[in-house]
């Protein structure tokens, strides 16, 4: 176990609907990363939020948004959803940034919320 | 062409037997690499890490890093059933992790 919770497990919905993914990180990290795992891109990396500020950007779709709360739990939020978003959508977090090349900075991921779009 | 490079497989080995997977990269900036194994239905949970070049071993796995061809390596000696998995590289990045699209690996018993 990571310590780091992702709710809910599984989720189907419908196109077009909005879903929320939640995540609490592990206690004391101040970084949430989102990522994606689909079949044919592997793991992609979305967002990441420092201590309730946005501090990068991946290839995440305008449809799709984030936020990090004053408990340090994050939430992602897609809407307008197609049947191209079902995907697995991981949860990691750390102790820091990471924001230099010479860091190393260990993400601890989260079980992961299976979404299904129909 | 993708920043880390990995052949998807799958790879089927009998128990006992050793595992070579690798990875290639494409940006040398960044000084640390990562194995990360990923369970069926579970999340990525970190094997090991390497610092730059070089070797780092733990127990049965071997993490090598040849940066003067690009090419990470890691090793798992006497293989076993419960190594089934998918193992996925990675590399740093600033303020996230680059990952390869990760090796199935199916150890027979």
């Known amino acids: 176990d990571s310590g780091v919770t992702q709710t809910p497990k599984h989720l189907i919905t419908a196109t077009g609907q909005r879903v929320t993914l939640r995540c609490s990180p592990r206690?004391?990290?101040?970084?949430v990363y989102w990522y994606q795992q689909s079949l044919d891109q592997g793991l992609q990396f979305l967002i990441q939020?420092?201590?309730?500020?946005?501090?990068a950007k991946g290839n995440i779709l305008e449809r799709f948004s984030a936020q990090q709360f004053p408990d340090l739990h994050s939430e992602l939020n897609l809407s307008s959803l197609e049947l191209g978003d079902s995907a697995l959508y991981f949860c990691?977090?750390?102790?820091?940034?990471?924001?230099?090349?010479?860091?190393?900075?260990?993400?601890?991921f989260g079980p992961g919320t299976r979404l299904t779009v129909l | 062409q993708k920043e880390v490079e990995q052949d998807p497989g799958p790879l089927s080995v009998p128990e006992g037997a050793i595992v070579s997977l690798n990875c290639t990269y494409s940006?040398?900036?960044?000084?640390?690499f990562m194995w990360y194994r990923q369970y069926s239905r579970k999340g990525p949970e970190l094997l090991m890490y390497?610092?730059?070049?070089g070797n780092k071993e733990d127990g049965r796995f071997t993490a090598q890093v040849d940066k003067s061809s690009k090419y990470i390596s890691l090793f798992i000696r006497d293989s076993q059933p419960s190594d089934s998995a998918t193992y996925l590289c990675?590399?740093?990045?600033?303020?996230?992790?680059?990952f390869g699209t990760g090796t199935l690996l199916a150890v027979q018993p």
């Open positions: 990691a977090s750390s102790v820091d940034s990471g924001g230099t090349p010479s860091s190393y900075n260990e993400q601890f």
């Open positions: 206690s004391g990290d101040l970084s």
């Open positions: 939020y420092y201590n309730g500020e946005e501090r």
């Open positions: 940006n040398s900036a960044f000084q640390y």
């Open positions: 390497t610092y730059s070049s």
């Open positions: 990675a590399r740093t990045s600033p303020n996230k992790l680059i």
